[in-house]
């Protein structure tokens, strides 16, 4: 059974930074892609960044690019999420999701593992 087990989230002030990890456990394979999605108040899930199986190809949602970094580290079964420069928009509850594939994938339907979620409020 695969869990994925978030954690580092929190209050931040605007400008602050916050690291987001995601423990998973249950396989020992790499080839799995991972993400970062969050869902605000009111609003659907959307994704925030991907990374494919060897972390050497990365996405990032337009509204994340040059703030958030996403990262693996394959050995220890981890995936990071920093972000830099948060804003009031970046209030969400935070999900690492994964799927077999060895590409970046952005839809959320292909992901067969969450995340409990992890709230991020950034105060306006």
């Known amino acids: 059974q695969v869990q994925l087990v978030e954690s580092g989230g929190g209050l931040v002030q605007a400008g602050g930074s916050l690291r987001l990890s995601c423990a998973a456990s249950g396989h020992t394979l790499s080839n799995y892609a991972k993400g970062w999605f969050r869902q605000a108040p009111g609003k659907e899930r959307e994704v925030v960044a991907a990374v494919n199986w060897s972390g050497g190809r990365t996405y990032y949602a337009d509204s994340v690019k040059g703030r958030f970094t996403i990262s693996r580290n394959n050995a220890e079964n981890m995936v990071y999420l920093q972000m830099n420069s948060l804003r009031a928009e970046g209030t969400a509850v935070y999900y690492c999701?994964?799927?077999?594939?060895?590409?970046?994938?952005?839809?959320?339907?292909?992901?067969?593992?969450w995340g409990q979620g992890n709230q991020v409020t950034v105060p306006s």
């Open positions: 999701g994964e799927r077999q594939g060895l590409s970046t994938y952005t839809e959320e339907d292909g992901y067969a593992y």
